[in-house]
């Protein structure tokens, strides 16, 4: 018996030194692969598209939430992608009076995903609220300069922007400056998990999540 327990714990050092091996090589590839997806979500963050579905009559275009123009009003149960949040079903408002107020309203019935609120007096003057979910103090800075258009036809909406600060972002990440220090918001994240923390707690999680 004694033999053969030696004989067992002789010949588990191969197979412990065989698995740190084979842990070192994927750890190596890893942090290749999440520089990699930190630029992939940088990149994703660039964009906001969402359709088709919406009811109606209700166009807005802005230049960042300086310049805001929106006119009519709709309802809109669009899907479509927001950024590092991913592909996503919202249900939102837009209302407005060209030069008067300007409303965009979003949330998301079953995920995250910082939805807000926001409105614009004037052309200019814009104020924004997060519900639970908060895209974090350098995101919320980044959701001022979204550039793009929407626009809802009787049962029909599409919507599109872009924000120059976010690819700024992405631009300056691949020689190593986190512009917008949301590199450790980890790709592929708890949905559910994050729905319930506050942002530093999560940012938390991210960190042990980026030291395993
Ligand atoms: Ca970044």
């Known amino acids: 018996m004694a033999t053969s327990g030696t004989?067992?714990?002789?010949s588990l050092h191969p197979i412990c030194l065989a698995f740190s091996v084979l842990l070192l090589v994927?750890?190596?590839?890893?942090?290749?692969?999440?520089?990699?997806?930190?630029?992939?979500?940088?990149?994703?963050?660039?964009?906001?598209?969402a359709?088709?579905?919406?009811?109606?009559?209700?166009?807005?275009?802005?230049?960042?939430?300086?310049?805001?123009?929106s006119a009519g009003g709709s309802f809109s149960g669009a899907s479509g992608w927001w950024g590092r949040y991913g592909f996503q079903e919202r249900?939102?408002?837009?209302?407005?009076?060209?030069?008067?107020?300007?409303?965009?309203?979003?949330?998301?019935?079953?995920?995250?995903?910082?939805?807000?609120?926001?409105?614009?007096?004037g052309p200019c003057v814009t104020s924004r609220e997060y519900n639970?979910?908060?895209?974090?103090?350098?995101g919320e800075f980044s959701d001022k300069f979204w550039v793009?258009?929407?626009a809802t036809v009787v049962i029909l909406s599409a919507r599109f922007e872009f924000n120059?600060?976010?690819?700024?972002?992405?631009?300056?990440?691949?020689?190593?400056?986190?512009?917008l220090e949301d590199?450790?918001?980890?790709?592929?994240?708890?949905?559910?998990?994050?729905?319930?923390m506050e942002y530093e707690e999560y940012l938390e999680e991210s960190k042990r999540w980026q030291a395993e």
């Open 183 to 196: 590199d450790e918001l980890h790709f592929g994240y708890d949905r559910a998990l994050r729905d319930k």
């Open 132 to 138: 639970e979910v908060r895209p974090g103090p350098r």
């Open 91 to 121: 249900l939102g408002v837009d209302a407005g009076a060209p030069f008067v107020v300007a409303v965009d309203g979003y949330d998301v019935p079953h995920i995250g995903g910082a939805p807000y609120q926001s409105v614009t007096w």
């Open 51 to 69: 359709g088709p579905l919406g009811f109606g009559l209700h166009a807005r275009v802005k230049a960042t939430d300086f310049a805001v123009v």
């Open 7 to 10: 004989h067992h714990s002789m």
């Open 148 to 150: 793009g258009g929407t």
């Open 164 to 179: 120059p600060v976010e690819f700024a972002d992405f631009l300056t990440g691949w020689f190593g400056w986190d512009l």
């Open 26 to 49: 994927p750890l190596s590839g890893c942090s290749v692969g999440r520089y990699c997806a930190r630029r992939g979500q940088d990149f994703t963050d660039c964009f906001n598209a």
